[in-house]
C-alpha cells in the first residue's frame, strides 16, 4: 500500500510560488524549495518530481489563481472593452500594493527563464497567449457592439495591449507610481475608443 503525502500539497505549492516569485527560477536552489514548502529534498522529487517539473506546476497553478480567474471574472461581469479597463485597472492596483515590487511570475519568467530554455519559454508563452486572446475576443466583441471604433485591428491592438501589459509589469519592479503605470496604458485604451 502507498504511503500518503505526510504534507498540505496546495499549501507547499502555494510556498513554491512565493519562493520562485521572490528569488526567480534560475536563482532558487532545490534546498530553498524544501526549506521554504517545508518538506524534505526526497518528498520534493518524489512529489513532484525536482525542480523543472516543480515550475511549470507552479506556473500553472499562478496562472489559474490570478490570471485565469481575473479573466473570468471581469468576461462575466463587464461588457468587452470595460472587461480590458477593469482587467488593467486591476493590474495597476496590485502592482501598486505589492510592497516587494515582485512583478508578475510569468513575466518575470519570460525574462528569466525563456531565454535559456526554449521548453519552458512556450510554457510561458502559452500563458501569455491566453492574456493576448482575452485582449482579442474583448476588442472583437466591442468593434462588433459598435463599443470600439470600427477600423480597429483586434489583432494588432491585442498584441499591443499585451506589450504594454509586460511593459507595465516590468516598471512596476521599479517601485513605478500609480501616474507612470496608468501613463504607459492610456494611450493603449485610447484606442478602444472612449468608454460607453
Known amino acids: 500500500m502507498a504511503r500518503l503525502r505526510e504534507f498540505d500539497e496546495d499549501r507547499a505549492l502555494d510556498a513554491a510560488v512565493d519562493c520562485f516569485w521572490n528569488r526567480g527560477y534560475e536563482a532558487t536552489s532545490v534546498r530553498d524549495l524544501a526549506r521554504e514548502m517545508g518538506i524534505g529534498g526526497a518528498s520534493l522529487y518524489n512529489a513532484f518530481g525536482g525542480k523543472r517539473a516543480l515550475f511549470e506546476r507552479v506556473l500553472e497553478r499562478y496562472a489559474n489563481r490570478s490570471t485565469r480567474e481575473r479573466i473570468a471574472r471581469l468576461e462575466a461581469g ?72 470600427r477600423g480597429t485591428d483586434a489583432e494588432s491592438l491585442s498584441i ?16 513605478a507610481r500609480r501616474r507612470t503605470l496608468e501613463a504607459v496604458v492610456q494611450p493603449a485604451l485610447d484606442l478602444l475608443g472612449r468608454p460607453h
Not at 495591449?161 to 519592479?173: H, K, P, T
Open 78 to 149: 463587464h461588457r468587452p472593452p470595460e472587461a480590458i479597463r477593469a482587467f488593467l485597472a486591476e493590474v495597476i492596483d496590485r502592482s501598486l500594493k505589492d510592497p516587494d515590487c515582485k512583478g508578475c511570475l510569468l513575466v518575470n519568467s519570460a525574462l528569466d527563464v525563456a531565454p535559456h530554455d526554449a521548453e519552458l519559454g512556450r510554457v510561458v508563452t502559452g500563458y501569455l497567449e491566453e492574456i493576448r486572446a482575452f485582449f482579442r475576443r474583448n476588442v472583437e466583441a466591442a468593434i462588433e457592439a459598435g463599443e470600439a471604433p
Open 160 to 175: 499591443h495591449l499585451l506589450g504594454v501589459l509586460m511593459g507595465m509589469r516590468v516598471l512596476s519592479r521599479t517601485g
